[in-house]
C-alpha cells in the first residue's frame, strides 16, 4: 500500500492509534514493534474493537480487507504524518533543548492558542511515535502548530524534521542531558543545533535567548532571527525577587507590563520571554499575551508547587540532568527560610561522565545550608557523600512519613525512572 492511498484512508478516518486500549471507534490502527513487543498481534483484537483498520508488517489472514500490509508500519506511520504535514501552509513552531521545552511549548501554545486555532504535541509525544501521531491529529482548521521535539542522540531532531518541515524553531538551551547518547555537550549542540540546520537550508525563522552566546551562534546565517533575552533583545524582561512564584516585569514595552506565573523558579524566565517574544512576532495584543501566561498552570510533576498543610512542595520530578538540578537547587537555596529540604533522585544517561556529574551535584549542596538531604538510587549510590540515601523514592516515602516536618520549603527532583514523585503520595 502506497502512502498516498493510506492517506486517503486516513481522510476518511482522521484518527489514528498504536495502542489498543485507547482505541475509538473508526480508528486506523498502526500496529507498530520494538524489540520487546510485536503490535502485529494485536491487529484483529483492534478491529474486534472498533478500529476501522489495521495497518501492519506480517502477513496476518484477514477475510474482510480491512488489515493492511506494509514494507514497516513505523516507516508508514511518518510517511503518512509527512503527507498530512505538507497540505499545510501555516506556522509549524519546532521546540527542542535539554531543559524547558515541554514548558516553553505550553506557554508559547497558551498565548497563541487564545488568538489562533493551535494544535500542540500532547503530553510527552516527542519521539519517533509521538510526533508523527502529533501531526495526524492537526485538523484543517488549524492555523498553527506547535510541535515538541526530544531527542537523546544525534540525527534524531534532523529526522524529525523530515516530516515536520518546521518553519520556526526554539532551542530553548544545550545543557548536560543525554551525555551518553549525544557523546558530550558538544554532541548536544551538534544534535540539538539540526533544528537549526533545516531553518538554515528552508528560510525558516529561529527564535534565540540572546544571552546564550551559544545559541546565537549555533543560528549564525538562519534567514530570520527573533531575540529574546535580559538585554539587547526584540524582548526583553527580568525576573523580579519576589518569593515562591516567578514574577517577570518586561522591560522594552511601551507601558509597565508585569506577568504574575504560576511558575517557580528563576530559571523559568527565558521560558516566559520566549512564549512572550512569539506572541507579539505574530501579532497577539500584549494584554492577551500576559493573560495567557498568567493563567497556565503547570503540571506532570513539572516546576510544580504544591502546599501540604504548612509546608511547601517544588516539584519537579518529570525528568533531571545535571544543568536542571544546578539551577532547581539554587533557587530553593535562594528562598527566604530556615526550614529547607533536599529530595534529589538519580540522574540517568550521563554514560562515562554519570560519576563526576552526581558529585558535582553533592558539591553544589555542600555550598548551601539545608535541614536535611535526602538522595535517592542511581549513581548517587555509587559516590561517597554525607546525605541519607535510599535505593528507592518508595524507601524515601517511608523514611518521610516518620518525620515531622512543619513549614517547611522542599525539593523533590529526579529523573524519571526514579519516580520521586511518589514521595508526594505520603507528604
Known amino acids: 500500500m502506497t502512502t498516498e492511498q493510506l492517506y486517503e484512508l486516513y481522510l476518511q478516518h482522521p484518527s489514528v492509534q498504536t495502542d489498543t486500549r485507547q482505541l475509538k471507534q473508526g480508528d486506523i490502527f498502526f500496529a507498530l514493534s520494538g524489540p520487546n513487543f510485536n503490535g502485529n498481534k494485536f491487529a484483529l483484537k483492534a478491529l474486534e474493537s472498533g478500529a476501522s483498520y489495521a495497518i501492519v508488517d506480517e502477513e496476518i489472514p484477514n477475510e474482510d480487507g480491512r488489515i493492511l500490509k506494509v514494507d514497516n508500519v513505523l ?3 511518518q510517511l503518512l504524518a509527512k503527507c498530512h504535514r505538507e497540505q499545510f501552509d501555516i506556522p509549524f513552531i519546532a521546540i527542542t533543548g535539554s531543559n ?8 508559547v501554545n497558551a498565548v497563541l492558542a487564545g488568538h489562533f ?32 521535539m526530544g531527542a537523546n542522540h544525534q540525527k534524531e531532531i534532523a529526522g524529525y524534521c523530515e516530516y515536520v518541515e518546521p518553519t520556526h524553531g526554539i532551542i530553548t538551551n544545550c545543557g548536560k542531558a543525554h551525555l551518553e547518547g549525544f557523546g558530550g555537550e558538544e554532541g548536544v549542540r551538534k544534535g540539538k543545533g539540526e533544528l537549526f540546520d533545516y531553518l538554515r537550508s528552508n528560510s525558516g525563522t529561529a527564535f534565540i535567548f540572546n544571552d546564550y ?3 546565537r551562534e549555533m543560528s549564525s546565517g538562519i534567514a530570520n532571527i527573533i531575540t529574546y533575552g535580559t538585554a539587547d533583545a526584540f524582548v526583553t524582561g527580568k525576573a523580579l525577587a519576589v518569593e515562591t512564584f516567578l514574577v517577570v516585569e518586561l522591560l522594552n514595552e511601551e507601558l509597565p507590563a ?9 530559571y523559568n524566565l527565558p521560558n516566559v520571554l520566549c512564549a512572550v517574544a512569539v506572541g507579539k512576532h505574530f501579532k497577539v495584543p500584549m494584554p492577551a499575551i500576559i493573560e495567557a501566561i498568567e493563567k ?8 510544580q508547587m504544591l502546599v501540604r498543610g504548612t509546608n511547601h512542595i517544588i516539584l519537579d520530578a518529570y525528568n533531571a540532568n545535571p544543568s536542571s538540578m544546578k539551577v532547581a537547587i539554587e533557587n530553593i537555596a535562594g528562598i527566604d527560610s530556615d526550614l529547607k529540604v533536599l529530595m534529589l533522585g538519580g540522574m540517568m544517561e550521563l554514560g562515562d561522565e554519570s560519576l563526576n556529574e552526581h558529585q558535582n551535584v553533592v558539591d553544589i549542596i555542600k555550598k548551601y545550608n539545608w535541614n536535611k538531604v535526602v538522595l535517592v538510587g542511581g549513581d ?18 517511608d523514611w518521610f512519613k516518620q518525620q515531622d516536618f512543619k513549614n517547611t520549603y522542599f525539593l523533590i ?5 526514579i519516580k520521586m514523585e511518589k514521595i508526594t503520595e505520603v507528604i
Open 75 to 77: 516507516e508508514s506511520l
Open 100 to 107: 524547558g521545552k515541554t514548558t516553553t511549548k505550553e506557554l
Open 117 to 148: 486555532r493551535t494544535y500542540t504535541t500532547e503530553g510527552n509525544l516527542n519521539n519517533h511515535i509521538g510526533i508523527p501521531l502529533t501531526l495526524l491529529r492537526v485538523m484543517k482548521d488549524a492555523e498553527m502548530a506547535v510541535i515538541e
Open 213 to 215: 552566546g551559544y545559541l
Open 258 to 266: 508585569i506577568i504574575k506565573t504560576q511558575l517557580v523558579g528563576d
Open 296 to 303: 497556565y498552570t503547570p503540571g506532570n510533576s513539572r516546576s
Open 380 to 397: 548517587f549510590g555509587k559516590i561517597e557523600h554525607p546525605f541519607l540515601y535510599f535505593n528507592t523514592s518508595t524507601e524515601a516515602g
Open 413 to 417: 527532583k529526579g529523573s524519571r525512572s
